[in-house]
């Protein structure tokens, strides 16, 4: 079994560079993640934001998943609620969220089109003691051999590196089983979010690199949802999530025009 | 990097100081006799209660857990006479301990019950009482220090996740540099632990506290509280369920009731004076005793300002004040029941270090005036188990810093006022210092405790 997801991601390796012009990936977001796989889990470093969000994100998936009744009951006020469930993470990067769904018992795959970083997700799993099963894949390779596979999938923070949002969107549906959840954050298409991620967090607080946004890749809400819908995926929750850049605190609002996320389940 | 951290902690880590860098790696990957989640060092009140309830929080029922404790077991069997240390614990600490199911065998032994503090001051006849809005119930409960540590202890053991060392003392602490993500302990007795959180709750003077070099701010009132088990002169039909306490120019002194004939006594006073009360005749004391709690001073409008402020204080516990009553007499005391114990104010603006925090009085100390001590002990617990709580139901780990945060803030945005208003409180009735500049110099510390973490961060950096 090991055996083939190696052939698998060897594949998806001679498969990327060949035909990177096909897939999901932009090379050049790809170059600009390269450049933080060594502090990555510096919590106060670059991905600052990334580190603090979990304290809002890791609680979403998990009651979401608890509100979907896919969790046990015996399980439920335990350290670890989501035993035996199968979560994809898609874009895992150097594992920030990853982590704490294999500290509650999840079984976690996590794939990133970034070999160097998953060295890095790897290692930092392992000195954890942490069992979690990091691949270097793109999602549309992923999926040619995990159909209908994952309990849930999360995306978190990828879709604005995304062009090809339907084909992303479509490969991450399939490898869902039906009445999966699909977890996605990331930031809207307006101009305040624009001002903030780009003008403010990248340049005046030089909170996180710059260039790693592209405001054309930012999507709204409203046509994400339509996409999952073209993807059988339909949408439960949507909140706005506000950051304090002064507190590195997360916080669900309503007001989503800068970053949100949003639980969808895949109907049969 | 590692040596360069350990040869800075000076005194603490002399040991690996002499033996050198080789020594320090086969402590950190072979001396460890065993590795815990979670230690707690120290099991007085706080530290056996926070034990047991960790111990009992289902969430956390796959981490290992060991409590250190330097004293030896105390096997409990219920004294005739009453122990001369007993605290006043409020409603809120009485939530927790039922809780924990240890109020069940605090209530099968003895408590008594407080359903009215009378506060009054020597210096003008005003008095002020205070009693809960809905009658029955109490204001708080009077238990033996003892008592209360043997329920806790009783549940403890009932714990299969928690492991008790009775007779175990720590001598020092090695605590995670910015590499490191464990604690280690060595024990007295040649011993080595590792832990993920180490729970600091070894009392006023903490080694934990001064492992972390926090920032602690101290000084003593030059006061000692005077302690003993009194009895009461006894009207007819008299029910002792009264707290009282009068304000003297050397100190406040109060009255918590035991039983209908019985009173314990708290009464801080200069040092010089409790060492006269404590060698004076039982009789003779008894006879000051009743002159400070009934006899008549020269009027002071400072005094007076003071009682505003604990009304004050007393309205935010929710207890709105009324009106007037009598104090007891008391026409004795139980042979060989006084003891005085020196009296401080503490605050470490730091409660939390990476892997370490601190409870109780190791993070804080208060004067005993409004019998808040341990109730802020058993705050710290309560908050601490929920964030811990929901730092292990978020995937994070024990040691996650950015929930560790939420205990140090909420605890501080508690605990501050409730010292700084004690402080205050003090500070009116026993000198003539402007009690502005204190609430100047706490509040400047409140402030600067809002970033303990960065404040942290740049100390760890410096090294
Ligand atoms: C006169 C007086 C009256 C008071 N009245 C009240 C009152 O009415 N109401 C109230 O709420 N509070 C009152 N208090 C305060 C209250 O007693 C304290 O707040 C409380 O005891 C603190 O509990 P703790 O567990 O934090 O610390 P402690 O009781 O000091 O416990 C610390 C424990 O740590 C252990 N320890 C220390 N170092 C080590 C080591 N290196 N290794 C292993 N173990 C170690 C010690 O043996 C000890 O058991 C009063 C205090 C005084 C002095
Ligand atoms: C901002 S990081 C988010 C990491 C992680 N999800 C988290 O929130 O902690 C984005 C990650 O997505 C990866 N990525 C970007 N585009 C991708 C794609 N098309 N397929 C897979 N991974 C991609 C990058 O390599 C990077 O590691």
Redesign the interface.
Known sequence: MTKFLRKCSNFTFIHLRLQSHSTTIDQQEIEQFKKLAKEWWHEFGSNKPLHSMNKLRVPFVRDGLINEGVVHEQNLKTSTPLKNLSILDVGCGGGILSEPLCRLGANVTGIDANPGIIDVAKKHAEKNHLNINYLFSSIEDHSKCHFEKYDSIVASEILEHVTEKEKFLSACSACLKPLGSIFITTINNTALASFLSIFVAETVLELVPKGIHQPDKFIEPYRLQRMLEDCNLKTKVIHGMFYNVFTNNWHLCSNNSVNYCIHAVKIC | MLNNQILNKKGVCLLWKIKGKFHFQRFLSQNIDRHYDIIIAGGGMVGTTLACTLGKN??????KILLLEAGKEKPWTLPEKYNNRVVSVNPGSQKLLSSINAWNFIEKNRVATVKQLQVWEALSDASITFEQPKNNEPISYIVENDLILAAVAEQAQSCPNLEIQYEAKVKNYQLPDFNADITQLKMENGQNFSCNLLLGCDGVNSTVRKCMHANYISWNYGQMGVVATLQLDQQPGFKNDVAWQRFLPNGPVALLPLTDELSSLVWSTTIQQAKELLELPEERFVEQLNKAIGGTFKKSSLVSQAINSFDNLLRALNCPSTNQATAPTICGMETNSRAAFPLGFGHSSQYIGKGVVLVGDAAHRIHPLAGQGVNLGFGDVNCLNEVLTKA??????LND???LKEYESERQKHNLPMMIAVEGLHRLTTTTLAPIVLLRGLGLQFSNALVPLKKY?ISQASI
């Open positions: 289902s969430i956390l029922k796959n981490k292990v139901y978020s995937g994070g780990g810093l950015s929930y961060l």
